[in-house]
């Protein structure tokens, strides 16, 4: 919604599945294995924003966002280097093993974007977004995302 310049902005997104696929040959009791591993990884976010948008002229618009984040991360880690190298006594995995992680955290998050009003109603956005995030005890950092999209507005 917007009120002159003033905006406020409920959005959600959902980032696609990332995989990251690794082998290693080893040597293992003298004959070559090859230990295989997959990360995969997904984002879910729902936000609420607040801010300052301008008209450029035209059909375009500019505006400038903050606002808080409530962000779901899954990622799972999949190996079979235990049936690989593992010997009894040791319990040996009859197939390879997934280890899942999900993290959930509400953090602040800040959003500029630009939007081409096709109709009166539908507009299309881009933009970039940032905001911290923050994994479990492993993995800390901000998040950097462009994004494109189509926007409903109810001016």
């Given at each position: 919604?917007?009120?002159?310049?003033?905006?406020?902005?409920?959005?959600?997104?959902?980032?696609?599945?990332?995989?990251s696929t690794q082998s290693l040959t080893l040597?293992?009791?003298?004959?070559?294995?090859?230990?295989?591993?997959?990360?995969?990884?997904?984002?879910?976010?729902?936000?609420?924003?607040?801010?300052?948008?301008?008209?450029?002229?035209g059909r375009v618009e500019a505006a400038f966002?903050?606002?808080?984040?409530?962000?779901?991360?899954?990622?799972?880690?999949?190996?079979?280097?235990?049936?690989?190298?593992?010997?009894?006594?040791?319990?040996?995995?009859?197939?390879?093993?997934?280890?899942?992680?999900?993290?959930?955290?509400?953090?602040?998050?800040?959003?500029?974007?630009?939007t081409i009003r096709a109709t009166r109603r539908?507009?299309?956005?881009?933009?970039?977004?940032?905001?911290?995030?923050?994994?479990?005890?492993?993995?800390?950092?901000?998040?950097?995302?462009?994004?494109?999209?189509?926007?409903?507005?109810?001016?």
């Amino acid at each position: 919604a917007r009120i002159q310049h003033w905006v406020v902005r409920g959005e959600a997104l959902r980032d696609e599945t990332i995989r990251s696929t690794q082998s290693l040959t080893l040597s293992v009791r003298e004959q070559p294995t090859t230990i295989t591993s997959e990360l995969s990884h997904d984002l879910r976010e729902i936000a609420v924003l607040g801010g300052y948008a301008r008209d450029l002229g035209g059909r375009v618009e500019a505006a400038f966002l903050g606002g808080i984040a409530v962000v779901t991360v899954h990622r799972a880690f999949t190996t079979d280097a235990g049936q690989m190298v593992l010997i009894p006594p040791s319990t040996v995995p009859p197939a390879g093993v997934t280890t899942t992680l999900v993290d959930r955290f509400t953090v602040w998050t800040a959003e500029a974007n630009a939007t081409i009003r096709a109709t009166r109603r539908v507009g299309i956005v881009g933009g970039v977004r940032v905001h911290p995030i923050s994994l479990a005890d492993d993995l800390s950092g901000r998040s950097l995302r462009t994004f494109a999209g189509l926007v409903w507005q109810f001016k």
